[in-house]
């Protein structure tokens, strides 16, 4: 069901790749509220990305590639998305992350500093860049929205998560930064702490299945999908939010403010049962 929230709006949305990615799902949310849109990732994800489907199922939304560790890309890409709309754009979703330490299965204590160097750049210093580019080329409209999407990995550490809690860290923080900076023009920036999701990227994680399985016991509304992320992105889009800026917004299904459920205690006092009868 539409609500018409982003009718007449315009923007770019970052990091969709193939049917799974939230980026994904936020496009076809966008779509259904009325947004037109910008489709970007980088040049490497034509190899195996599917965007030209996307685009259709989003009323021909213009594909542009752009590294988005590359100002010189980034330029380019606010530049044509003017052109395109003749004008300025009115949000911006950001939801781009990769590690290739973690890839590799390095070690926290053992990480590629070289490879942890291109981890941060690309999953928060490219926010930083975005916004700065879309600035420089006078993209951003007064009275934007900014969104990139987090992980509670910012506030607590998951060890399989290694530096990717430290790149989120500092997302949040930029995001923050970067809020207040464009509070004047009423530009908001946010950020959206979500549940882990079934994703190529999550996927990918060493431990992902456990990790994923823990936050749906944990979370009284258990795991929030893609759709429900979508949905919640688009209501940062719109106009309902515009005094909301800053802030970090943890959309989990309450993961992040309950300790322990019931139903994982009752899990971990089986086992623990069942391990203490092995020693006996």
Same mark, same amino acid.
């Given at each position: 069901?539409?609500?018409?929230?982003?009718?007449?709006?315009?923007?770019?949305?970052?990091?969709?790749?193939?049917?799974?990615?939230?980026?994904? =799902?936020?496009?076809?949310?966008?779509? /259904?509220?009325?947004? !037109?849109?910008?489709? $970007?990732?980088?040049?490497?994800?034509?190899?195996?990305?599917?965007?030209?489907?996307?685009?259709?199922?989003?009323?021909?939304?213009?594909?542009?590639?752009? &590294?988005?560790?590359?100002?010189?890309?980034?330029?380019?890409?606010?530049?044509?998305?003017?052109?395109?709309?003749?004008?300025?754009? #009115?949000?911006?979703?950001?939801?781009?992350? !990769?590690?290739?330490?973690? %890839?590799?299965?390095?070690? *926290?204590?053992?990480? #590629?500093?070289?490879?942890?160097?291109?981890?941060?750049?690309?999953?928060?210093? @490219?926010?930083?860049?975005?916004?700065?580019?879309?600035?420089?080329?006078?993209?951003?409209?007064?009275? $934007?929205?900014?969104?990139?999407?987090?992980?509670?990995?910012?506030? %607590?550490?998951?060890?399989?998560? @290694?530096? +990717?809690?430290?790149?989120?860290?500092?997302?949040?923080?930029?995001?923050?930064?970067?809020? *207040?900076?464009?509070?004047?023009?009423?530009? %908001?920036?946010?950020?959206? @702490?979500?549940?882990?999701?079934?994703?190529?990227?999550?996927?990918?994680?060493?431990?992902?299945?456990?990790?994923?399985?823990?936050?749906? /016991?944990? @979370?009284?509304?258990?795991?929030?999908?893609? =759709?429900?992320?979508? &949905?919640?992105?688009?209501?940062?889009?719109? #106009?309902?939010?515009?005094?909301?800026? +800053?802030?970090?917004?943890?959309? #989990?299904?309450?993961?992040?403010?309950?300790?322990?459920?019931?139903?994982?205690?009752?899990?971990?006092?089986?086992?623990?049962?069942?391990?203490?009868?092995?020693?006996?």
């Amino acid at each position: 069901m539409s609500y018409g929230l982003l009718k007449g709006k315009k923007g770019v949305i970052f990091g969709a790749m193939i049917e799974t990615s939230i980026a994904w =799902a936020i496009a076809e949310a966008a779509h /259904r509220e009325g947004a !037109q849109f910008v489709l $970007s990732n980088a040049p490497v994800t034509k190899r195996f990305g599917n965007l030209t489907k996307l685009s259709e199922i989003t009323g021909n939304s213009p594909v542009i590639y752009a &590294d988005a560790t590359s100002d010189e890309d980034l330029k380019t890409l606010f530049e044509e998305t003017k052109s395109h709309f003749g004008g300025q754009i #009115d949000f911006i979703v950001h939801a781009i992350g !990769q590690s290739i330490n973690i %890839r590799k299965g390095l070690a *926290y204590t053992e990480l #590629d500093y070289e490879n942890m160097h291109k981890t941060l750049d690309i999953s928060a210093i @490219s926010l930083h860049r975005v916004i700065r580019a879309s600035l420089d080329t006078e993209a951003l409209a007064d009275g $934007s929205s900014v969104v990139a999407l987090s992980y509670i990995g910012a506030q %607590r550490t998951f060890s399989k998560y @290694s530096e +990717m809690n430290d790149a989120k860290a500092l997302l949040e923080s930029i995001a923050r930064t970067y809020g *207040y900076n464009l509070g004047k023009r009423k530009i %908001r920036v946010n950020t959206i @702490s979500q549940s882990p999701t079934i994703t190529v990227a999550g996927q990918g994680l060493k431990g992902f299945d456990a990790m994923f399985e823990f936050a749906n /016991r944990v @979370s009284p509304l258990g795991n929030a999908d893609a =759709a429900s992320c979508a &949905d919640y992105t688009v209501s940062l889009l719109s #106009d309902l939010t515009r005094m909301v800026t +800053m802030q970090n917004l943890f959309h #989990d299904g309450g993961f992040s403010s309950t300790g322990m459920s019931d139903e994982l205690i009752l899990v971990l006092a089986e086992a623990l049962s069942k391990d203490e009868g092995n020693l006996g």
